[in-house]
């Protein structure tokens, strides 16, 4: 078993690698940590009293939890599962992004500079129907939008099966074809926020934010701006009344087709022979609401990242400035608890000899050139170049906050791409 005081170890040499400029050899980690720590990372700790490495070891932790934007350590109970739309995000995105930006970019949607999703459930406790015109109320807790997020995008998201075609032919039969168009069933989806809730069985006072036209012959999932409704909320959380669907045929009438098809709820249409009690179904069918946010931190990397021509001849000599192999795994710092992917990453690590002369693949500057010549002639005057990061990429990870919300988040130049001697 890996002690409290191991763990922490690795932890610090992730947070620290970047400050120590020489002498770190051995300081690559692999996943079972059988790499020996520099002793340079944490010199006197073992000279330490108990009260003082937990003290040094706190404070550490703080530190690191600090740069991922987190006051504690999240502690989230039982079993967490993702809402399949931001696994499918998270997967995407780390399969093709290229680093040199923290802005999501998703296909089909405008999210700005957005670099945070959150998704959130319906308060199934809040839910309230009008089965006889087919109006669907949800009420959404989004008290962990952060004031200083800046909301550039959010949707609700409603998953409807296919009204299967016995149904719609007896439905048809009913004079219902109007309804046909193109050879498609239409229904229409309004979406509006409420503004101000009155007695049951009255109408409430509410704005249409969004309205779309639906084919009922599809299973799919639609998308309805919630923007307008989830700036107001973060505004004033005290006007958080939640959202009323409304689902009507052509002609503005509540639809023959009805609005079973629309997975709002466990139960399935009037027969609760037919309620969902798989709750793994439930959760990835339920509403979702999902915002799109900018928490204010740069956008851009700092180092730009430029194209070199390398040479096919070049030789990469061990002992000169290169990237070497730093493998994070949360599981065994104890953290896989609430980071819920990546399981680990290669954060990379740059050591090694600024030798002169200065080979070219070795992508020095100007200056370190004229600093490596000084030091040549003169040893005493000047320090060496140093083998630092001089591109680094962004790290998505997806995990639950102090809230247990599941978020999805860009953070900045986490993984080494490529190192020289500056």
């Known amino acids: 078993m890996v002690s409290p005081f191991r763990v922490w170890q690795v932890v610090l040499s992730v947070c620290c690698y970047a400050l120590v400029t020489r002498g770190v050899e051995n300081l690559a980690v692999d996943p079972g940590f059988r790499t020996p720590l520099s002793p340079l990372v944490l010199p006197s700790a073992a000279d ?25 350590r ?4 039982g079993k967490k599962r993702v809402p399949e739309y ?3 995000i998270y997967r995407r995105h780390s399969n093709g992004h290229d680093g040199t930006t923290m802005d999501f970019n998703i296909e089909g949607k405008t999210t700005g500079t957005a670099n945070t999703i959150k998704s959130f459930h319906h308060i199934e406790e809040h839910f309230d129907i009008d089965e006889a015109i087919h109006r669907h109320r949800l009420v959404f807790n989004l008290s962990s939008i952060e004031n200083e997020e800046i909301l550039t995008a959010a949707e609700l998201r409603l998953f409807r099966h296919a009204i299967p075609d016995h149904k719609i032919r007896k439905r048809h039969a009913l004079n219902e074809s109007e309804n046909i168009t193109d050879g498609k069933v239409i229904q229409r989806i309004n979406l509006y926020q409420i503004l101000k809730p009155v007695a049951r069985n009255r109408d409430v006072i ?9 084919d009922v012959r599809n299973t799919t999932w639609e998308s309805l701006d919630v923007a307008p409704a989830v700036k107001s909320w973060t505004n004033d959380a005290n006007s958080n009344y939640g959202v009323e669907i409304e689902i009507i045929d052509r002609r503005g009438s509540p639809s023959r087709h009805g609005d079973d098809h629309l997975r709002t709820r466990r139960r399935i249409g009037d027969d609760t022979s037919l309620e969902i009690h798989d709750e793994d179904q439930w959760f990835q069918q339920r509403p979702l609401l999902v915002t799109y946010t900018d928490d204010g931190r740069t956008k851009r990397s700092s180092k730009k990242r430029t194209k070199r021509q390398k040479s096919k001849k070049k030789r990469r000599l061990k002992e000169n400035c290169s990237k070497h192999s730093l493998y994070v795994d949360f599981a065994i710092v104890g953290w896989d608890s609430w980071i819920l992917a990546p399981e680990g ?20 500057t100007n200056h370190a050139i004229v600093q490596t010549i000084v ?7 000047v320090p060496k170049a140093c083998c630092v990061p001089t591109e680094l990429d962004t790290l998505n990870m997806l995990y639950l906050n102090e809230k247990e919300q599941i978020i999805l988040k860009n953070y900045k130049d986490m993984i080494v791409t490529s190192c020289g001697c500056r």
């Not at 999240?74 to 109970?77: M, T």
């Not at 509410?206 to 639906?214: P, W």
């Not at 954060?347 to 693949?361: D, L, N, R, S, W």
Request: proline share 9%.
């Open 48 to 72: 330490l009293s108990v009260h003082e490495r937990n003290d040094m070891l706190n404070a550490f932790e703080s530190t690191l939890l600090n740069m991922f934007g987190f006051s504690e």
């Open 74 to 77: 999240p502690k989230p109970q």
């Open 86 to 88: 931001i696994m499918d």
């Open 206 to 214: 509410k704005r249409l934010i969004d309205s779309i036209v639906i």
């Open 345 to 364: 990453y290669q954060a990379y690590y740059c050591q090694g000899e600024c030798p002169y002369p200065m080979p070219e693949h070795l992508n020095s």
């Open 375 to 381: 030091h040549s002639a003169d040893p005493s005057s």
